[in-house]
């Protein structure tokens, strides 16, 4: 790309984020992802929370892009739904106007039964017999099937229906009195082992009775008052959505008949239109060696599309990463975590205006920006230089650096390993490096140990780690990061350094290094 581009790239997007603040968006929407709810008291809390934000947005919409519920069970989805209609009752804002909601099913909620079932993997003859081998005590062997069974209980508890549930329950309670009635004769609790195959199939078909996977012609209208289908198309205040979800394309990735699905649409060639699935379009946002992508079958079609605008999730890589946001032939964006818990509580904003698109990255768990907005055009032309694509950010972009006085220290874990010939745990510690422009926000620290050797400085071992709370705003980093080497990873009898490099997604900055020492 040539230099002339590459500066009408960096003045484009200038000017875009402020024509963009001047305007009336002509629509406004919230993009979540990977929410991930569970049949828990307060398992929809964080997914409320930012609901009403966007309601305070006043958002037209809000688009799901997978994983809505953890393990695809109809009293999931029954929380799910409760939460929406909590915040938006009868599809309207707090202020009485209209929101829709795009709702995109990801591979917890197509196959999540298994992840159910998974919660009794415990719960088999071999590891019962494994336990009650006669090496353990009996007391020891007891409490240790008792807390199976309790694991076993709450996931019955918490993912079937109260009625279907209690004839589990009582299989569960009955093997765990007979457990404790045994005493400590563990002959005669090996001999209970074939009981827990019995419990586990029957809670494996209740767990499969109980999942939505087979029941969406029933479950999604009486949920969401429409009706389900494997693709679907909406318009919004004029501009249109195309979702298209998981049991079309699966872990083979292959999203089957989209092509066809959006030339049926007729779309308008001169506005954006968006486009939602749960796994990353292959070789987009996030790079190419990214968890959580297709098989490049969606890719092949939207790149016929440059006004397309793609949003996904799966991968639940964190939107801090100005990777995260791609530009060839189309646009795709990735669209984080709600992770009911962890820190990555993770969405988008996104504001639709005549001649440009703005995206905000939220950060829900302290509901403050996540890094500065991305504004780019909102149609595109062949041809047309893209601000945000790898190659005018990889030329273009200033890589995050230390201030002029930063230095790392290191902690000895045993102060006198030096010259011991006998290495110890080293903890570095150093400030957070300021972010660059134009794509050079701070992505992670890359770590190396130094050696001398006649040829010069060698990298003897290589670390990358992100900033301490990458998931939230950068406020909330805290101001040093630490980060720990050990013993084994060290050279012994050799000088030696170590030194931190400041990265963004597309640079690297120059590196502050601790003394030089000998172990």
């Not at 479950?219 to 909406?234: A, I, N, Q």
């Amino acid at each position: 790309m040539t230099f002339k581009k590459i500066l009408f790239a960096a003045v484009l997007a200038a000017a875009m984020a402020i024509s963009a603040s001047a305007d009336k968006p002509n629509l406004v929407f919230g993009v979540l992802s990977d929410t991930h709810i569970e049949n828990t008291p307060n398992g929809s809390d964080v997914l409320i929370d930012a609901l009403q934000w966007f309601d305070k947005q006043k958002v037209d919409a809000v688009v799901f892009s997978g994983d809505m519920t953890d393990k695809t069970m109809i009293l999931e989805l029954e929380c799910f739904a409760k939460a929406w209609h909590s915040v938006f009752k009868d599809g309207k804002r707090s202020d009485g106007e209209p929101v829709a909601h795009m709702l995109i099913t990801g591979n917890h909620d197509d196959e999540g039964a298994i992840y159910a079932s998974s919660k009794l993997r415990d719960l088999t003859p071999k590891t019962i017999q494994r336990l009650a081998n006669g090496k353990t005590s009996a007391d020891k062997v007891r409490q240790s099937i008792s807390n199976i069974v309790a694991k076993a209980e709450r996931a019955v508890v918490e993912n079937i229906a109260k009625e279907k549930a209690e004839p589990v329950l009582k299989m569960l309670s009955a093997f765990n009195e007979s457990v404790y009635k045994a005493g400590t004769n563990i002959s005669q609790i090996a001999a209970l082992a074939p009981e827990a195959a019995t419990i586990k199939a029957t809670a494996d078909k209740a767990f499969k009775e109980a999942a939505f996977v087979d029941k969406f012609k029933t479950e999604w209208p009486r949920l969401f008052g429409e009706e389900y289908s494997s693709f679907f198309h909406k318009n919004i205040k004029g501009y249109d959505f195309i979702g298209a979800n998981w049991d079309f394309i699966g872990w083979i990735g292959k999203a089957e008949g989209i092509e066809e699905y959006i030339v049926s649409r007729k779309l308008p060639a001169d506005k954006p239109f968006f486009y939602i699935q749960h796994p990353h379009p292959r070789g987009t946002c996030h790079g190419n060696k990214v968890w959580g992508q297709d098989n490049g079958s969606t890719t092949s079609v939207l790149v016929k599309y440059p006004n397309a605008v793609a949003f996904s999730g799966h991968s639940h890589s964190s939107i801090h990463d100005e990777n995260t946001i791609w530009q060839g032939e189309f646009t795709s964006i990735g669209c984080g975590s709600l992770s009911p818990s962890g820190k990555s509580r993770q969405g988008l904003l996104v504001s639709v205006f005549d001649k440009t698109i703005e995206v905000r990255r939220i950060d829900f768990y302290n509901h403050q920006d996540l890094a500065p907005k991305w504004v780019f055009p909102a149609t595109y032309a062949k041809g047309d230089v893209r601000p945000y694509s790898f190659d005018v950010r990889s030329s273009q972009s200033k890589p995050p650096a230390f201030a002029e006085n930063a230095k790392v220290t290191l902690q000895l874990a045993n102060p006198k390993a030096l010259n011991s010939g006998k290495a110890c745990d080293i903890t570095l510690t150093f400030p957070h490096a300021n972010d660059g422009n134009s794509g050079g926000i701070l992505a992670n620290y890359t770590i190396v140990v130094e050696v001398e050797d006649e040829n010069g400085t060698k990298a003897l071992l290589t670390k990358v780690t992100p900033p301490n709370n990458f998931f939230w705003a950068r406020s909330h980093w805290g101001e040093t990061q630490t980060f720990t080497l050990a013993a084994k990873e060290l050279p012994v009898n050799k000088k030696f350094q170590i030194a931190v490099y400041p990265c963004s997604a597309f640079s690297k900055g120059e590196a502050i290094k601790t003394t030089p020492i000998t172990f």
